[in-house]
């Protein structure tokens, strides 16, 4: 035998436990209050980029859509900053710190694992996008979301598949140096292609097929449905389900490829 083969084990289905899962979300946060550079960036680089944007385009003489785009837009540009960027780089590091595997000789399971580290990351982006929604509609005179239960639906919905989609790329990423590399890619389509400020069905029709089968294209489908209000069954059917694709794919691909230990 000229090596062994070792067997990947995959994510186990059993019960969160909600003590376990507090653990190790208070032990993350702690990990990302002390790095002053990550924390600066999660907090400020949204709501800098929303200036930036709303800067730029200006009094276009539509107040009140420019606004909306501006605001649901800027929902989007949380999710992927804070909870995708900011995980990709927190999974590599807990990884080659050898603390998921000391995590995974212990009681917690792989499931709370995961989803500990990513928990003060969802709960920043839910914070930033409360203050998006309330503040940001006061300062650019916008109306409050028609259907907030939509539209946080539809946040909860992007945190899961990001996240899941940040410890997919973390698998595929060799240390923390590169992990900006690796996580560029999806960045770059998603605030493209995804409708984060330029609806998806604006787009000629061939483009248009194509960026609907984005990650977060049905994310913000039901982002800007809760917050805008009139779109039709089917279309929320169709984000909806998009939204739940990426999560099933997701959760398969994590489990197939997701490293616990240091690449070697």
């Known amino acids: ?82 909870v995708y960027l900011n995980l990709v780089s927190a999974y590599v590091a807990r990884r ?16 709370e694992i995961l989803t500990g580290t990513a928990l003060p990351a969802a709960v920043l982006a839910l914070g930033q996008s409360t203050v998006l929604a309330v503040a940001g509609a006061a300062v650019l005179d916008v109306a409050m979301p028609r259907n907030p239960l939509l539209l946080v639906a539809g946040v909860l919905a992007g945190i899961v598949v990001l996240a899941g989609m940040a410890a997919l790329t973390s698998a595929f990423t060799r240390n923390v140096e590169t992990a900006g590399l690796t996580s560029m890619p999806l960045f770059v389509v998603t605030a493209a292609g995804s409708g984060l400020f330029v609806p998806v069905d604006t787009l000629p029709d061939a483009l248009a097929s194509v960026c609907e089968l984005l990650p977060l294209s049905g994310v913000m489908a039901l982002v800007r449905a809760g917050w805008s209000g009139g779109a039709d069954g089917t279309d929320l059917l169709v984000a909806g389900l998009g939204a739940l694709a990426w999560t099933v794919i997701t959760v398969f691909a994590v489990q197939r490829w997701f490293r616990w230990e240091p690449r070697r």
Request: glycine residues 10%.
């Open 1 to 82: 035998m000229n090596g062994v083969t070792l067997k990947r084990v995959p994510l186990k289905p059993v019960p969160l436990n909600p003590g376990r899962l507090t653990a190790l979300g208070r032990a993350e946060l702690t990990l990302l209050v002390r790095n002053r550079a990550t924390l600066s960036v999660a907090l400020a680089m949204p709501l800098l980029m929303v200036f930036l944007l709303r800067s730029s385009l200006g009094d276009s003489g539509r107040t009140a859509s420019v606004g909306e785009a501006t605001l649901t837009g800027g929902i989007g540009m949380v999710l992927v900053l804070v």
């Open 96 to 111: 080659e710190e050898l603390v998921l595997k000391r995590l995974r000789t212990g009681e917690a399971n792989d499931l």
